[in-house]
């Protein structure tokens, strides 16, 4: 019989995790609750929530929205949105992630205290919570995802970098020793650790429990960056790595001749996804067996 093990240290992190009760909390009291953007990075979480009364909706339809209940995941919103709230008298449901939060009322200190303030987000472009912290700073802060885009920074100005919070310490760490090294007098730079450690401190966990199996199945909605990430890592250490968004898409031929089987996911994979994943290889398992 396979030794299937789902990795403890996966799924929800505490952000998510508050803004997923926060929602079941308003539809027991609430028919319908709408919420700006996806709550969390996975279709199948999502779909559970809209069958108890969950709409997702975009900024624009936000906009046009009056006298309602707004959820705000944990990604965060620029000001604007909150703006916008007040005008259509919205009542927000606001489930923005501690950290997250905490990283926006930085940058915007830096906007407000420094002298002409060259910020710079380390992120991914369009992402939910890179749009929030952009937002701080009028739209000015430059966002690079990598090196790659190092030449956007003017080395000749005071130059103050953030991260977003689920970005790799080791990405981060590259850019702040270019910065360091390349910035000119007397322009100065200043770099703020604003990484989740609760995210960054996975990637090992994830890796050392990818090595315990022979074969890893990483469940992950395709929309996650922190996913992508952590699965890359499983898979530098585990060729045999798998990713998967739910259950239908596993495939028998993966399980023949292995004994150990581990699943794990990201911080927006919920637990009873894993758990199913975990049920359909015991059921491929059984069908092998008996054909």
Same mark, same amino acid.
């Given at each position: ?15 998510? +995790? %508050? ?8 539809? +027991? ?8 953007? $996806?709550?969390? &990075? ?15 909706? $975009? ?34 449901? $606001? ?22 303030? =060259? ?44 991260? =977003? ?7 981060? =760490? ?5 910065? +360091? ?31 315990? &199996? ?36 596993? $495939? ?14 990201? +911080? ?17 398992? %059984? ?5």
């Amino acid at each position: 019989m396979l030794n299937i093990e789902i990795d403890a240290g996966s799924g929800f992190c505490f952000g998510v +995790t %508050t803004a997923i009760n926060r929602a079941e909390e308003e539809l +027991t009291h609430h028919d319908i609750l709408y919420c700006l953007g $996806d709550i969390v &990075h996975n279709s199948r979480e999502v779909e559970r929530l809209r069958e108890r009364g969950l709409v997702i909706i $975009d900024h624009e339809t936000f906009a046009q929205l009056r006298d309602v209940r707004v959820l705000l995941r944990a990604h965060g919103e620029p000001p604007s949105t909150y703006e916008t709230a007040r005008r259509n008298n919205i009542t927000l449901i $606001d489930a923005t992630c501690p950290v997250v939060l905490n990283l926006q009322q930085r940058i915007m200190r830096v906007y407000h205290e420094m002298t002409d303030p =060259q910020i710079v987000i380390y992120g991914k472009h369009g992402h939910a919570e890179v749009l929030g912290l952009v937002g701080q700073t009028a739209g000015e802060a430059i966002v690079i995802s990598d090196m790659s885009e190092i030449g956007k920074v003017d080395l000749t100005r005071n130059t103050y970098l953030f991260s =977003q919070t689920t970005k790799p310490l080791e990405g981060f =760490q590259t850019l702040i020793n270019y910065l +360091t090294a390349n910035i000119r007098p007397p322009a100065e730079f200043r770099c703020y650790d604003t990484i989740c450690r609760r995210v960054s401190n996975r990637l090992p966990g994830v890796q050392e429990f990818s090595k315990r &199996h022979d074969v890893v199945l990483f469940v992950c909605g395709l929309k996650s960056s922190n996913g992508r990430v952590l699965y890359e890592a499983c898979r530098k250490v585990n060729e045999n790595t798998h990713f998967v968004e739910d259950p239908s898409q596993l $495939d028998a031929a993966w399980f023949r001749g292995v004994s150990s089987v581990g699943i794990c996911g990201a +911080t927006s994979t919920p637990k009873w996804l894993m758990e199913r994943c975990a049920e359909r290889v015991r059921e491929l398992e %059984t069908s092998e067996a008996e054909g």
